[in-house]
């Protein structure tokens, strides 16, 4: 969770990289969206694009994956993806590559305060499965480029082993070293590997006129097991709703099992680090270990 150094940017340095790569462009405005993202700092451009500028290396990394891939994923997909336009170079100081993409309209789920009712844990359930089912024949296996999603669990045990060893405190740290053993007696994905998003957390998905529309931000993706993106199953859904969302991915007990401990990744990663520090991001990987912990089928 440590941060490499960021690149700061503003509307200035986004309308400078635009006017001198994109002449078409050049004269539309450039406003910056206030948007809570710890890869890329997005700008619109005019009504129907939107600059993205990754803001450290491992970021900008992506740039290049979503440009190939995403046109070749977003035809199969039941929801709207951002459709690449452009990438921009390196220019004015700014020192990686970025990209213009379509703007989508909506708003952020977490920015509406909303969390997963039984539609939106259908239509999210049934977007995963779309996903999974895509051809991932050549596409990028798991690896540092995307956080290792995808990876076997095995790949965090040592990590996470040193996080219960800083979260001593907790009185429930015994129900957590279980829940987080049970995951990985559930033993790795052993079927061919699935494109899988990553990073399906709220401020990554776009409700429009009451229903989930878009699903954005795909610097995380990769080839790998596909319990990766089950985790939304705990972070985003409770009780009936997880039950609809289960329902809508179809997958065996044993993914289930990897997906339930995807979800305490991101729990155990976001409380450990930030407690102390920021308690918001803290208290949300709390909340995402008490739905893990409470879920009777775990």
């Known amino acids: 969770m440590d941060r490499e150094h960021e690149v700061r940017t503003d509307v200035a340095l986004a309308t400078a990289l ?45 740039i290049g994956k979503e440009q190939a891939w995403l046109p070749r994923l977003a035809p199969g997909l039941p929801l709207e993806v951002p459709r690449p336009m452009a990438k921009g170079d390196a220019a004015h100081g700014y020192p990686y590559p970025w990209s213009v993409v379509e703007w989508l309209e909506g708003a952020p789920l977490d920015s509406i305060g909303a969390r997963g009712g039984g539609d939106l844990a259908r239509d999210l359930g049934r977007f995963i499965t779309a996903l999974h089912r895509r051809d991932a024949s050549g596409g990028p ?33 015994a129900g957590i070293v279980a829940a987080w053993e049970r995951g990985l007696a559930a033993g790795a994905w052993a079927e061919r590997p699935v494109w899988v998003h ?49 329902t809508a991915v179809a997958v065996d007990d044993a993914t289930w099992t990897r997906g339930r401990a995807w979800a305490l990744i991101e729990g155990v990663l976001n409380l450990s680090y930030y407690r102390g520090r920021q308690d918001g991001l803290a208290q949300a990987g709390r909340r995402v270990i008490d739905q893990v912990l409470s879920d009777k089928e775990g």
């Open 18 to 62: 635009v006017a001198g790569q994109f002449e078409a462009w050049s004269r539309l405005p450039v406003t910056r969206v206030d948007a809570l993202s710890t890869d890329n700092d997005m700008y619109r451009l005019g009504d129907h694009l939107a600059i993205r500028l990754p803001k450290r290396a491992s970021a900008a990394a992506a």
């Open 141 to 173: 296996v798991a690896g540092e480029h995307n956080h290792w999603r995808g990876a076997p669990l095995l790949a965090f045990d040592r990590e996470m082993r040193r996080r219960f060893a800083s979260m001593a405190d907790l009185p429930d740290l």
């Open 198 to 246: 990553g990073d399906l957390k709220d401020a990554n998905l776009l409700i429009r006129n009451g229903a989930l529309s878009d699903v954005l931000d795909w610097g995380l993706a990769g080839v790998g097991d596909p319990a990766t993106d089950l985790a939304a199953g705990w972070s985003l859904f409770k009780g009936g709703s997880r039950a609809a969302f289960r």
